[in-house]
């Protein structure tokens, strides 16, 4: 499991809108947000929350990209459902997840099973995770996460 200090993994994904995201050796510094399920009501307004930042983000010079496990085919309804101005990659196989620790043992309602932590890493342009955030609570996050690229 990566952390903070801990080198990003060398890894790419192709995003929503097209381009590559070179997790391991971004061109700037790089926001990855790790989140269940695409068109929830907590993926949604976490969604929307980088989305209404995403224009301070990149005056920051700081690239946002959702990560889930969705389909791209899903990912894109979610996009124009919602008008989100942040790209998405589909981590279906689960690589980028896995390398970061977030697809752990949840449980709910007595019932256990595997899922996505909602969590966030800023890593800086030279591959090192400068900041973690595991176990996310949605309100104020991508305003804290903004705060912590501006440094």
């Given at each position: 499991?990566?952390?903070?200090?801990?080198?990003?993994?060398?890894?790419?994904?192709?995003?929503?809108?097209?381009?590559?995201?070179?997790?391991?050796?971004?061109?700037?510094?790089?926001?990855?947000?790790?989140?269940?399920?695409?068109?929830?009501?907590?993926?949604?307004?976490?969604?929307?929350?980088?989305?209404?930042?995403?224009?301070?983000?990149?005056?920051?010079?700081?690239?946002?990209?959702?990560?889930s496990r969705d389909?791209?085919?899903?990912?894109?309804?979610?996009?124009?459902?919602?008008?989100?101005?942040?790209?998405?990659?589909?981590?279906?196989?689960?690589?980028?997840?896995?390398?970061?620790?977030?697809?752990?043992?949840?449980?709910?309602?007595?019932?256990?099973?595997?899922?996505?932590e909602r969590s966030?890493?800023?890593?800086?342009?030279?591959?090192?995770?400068?900041?973690?955030?595991?176990?996310?609570?949605?309100?104020?996050?991508?305003?804290?996460?903004?705060?912590?690229?501006?440094?």
């Amino acid at each position: 499991m990566i952390g903070e200090g801990g080198k990003a993994p060398t890894l790419s994904a192709k995003a929503s809108d097209g381009s590559t995201v070179d997790i391991g050796a971004p061109e700037s510094k790089l926001v990855l947000f790790f989140y269940p399920k695409d068109d929830t009501s907590g993926c949604t307004r976490e969604a929307q929350d980088f989305t209404a930042m995403a224009e301070d983000f990149k005056a920051a010079g700081v690239t946002v990209v959702g990560v889930s496990r969705d389909p791209m085919n899903k990912h894109d309804k979610f996009i124009d459902k919602y008008a989100l101005k942040v790209p998405l990659i589909a981590d279906e196989d689960g690589a980028i997840s896995d390398a970061f620790g977030t697809w752990v043992q949840k449980s709910m309602y007595g019932r256990e099973y595997m899922g996505m932590e909602r969590s966030t890493f800023l890593i800086g342009a030279d591959g090192h995770v400068l900041k973690e955030w595991r176990k996310v609570k949605v309100p104020g996050h991508a305003a804290e996460v903004l705060a912590a690229a501006k440094i």
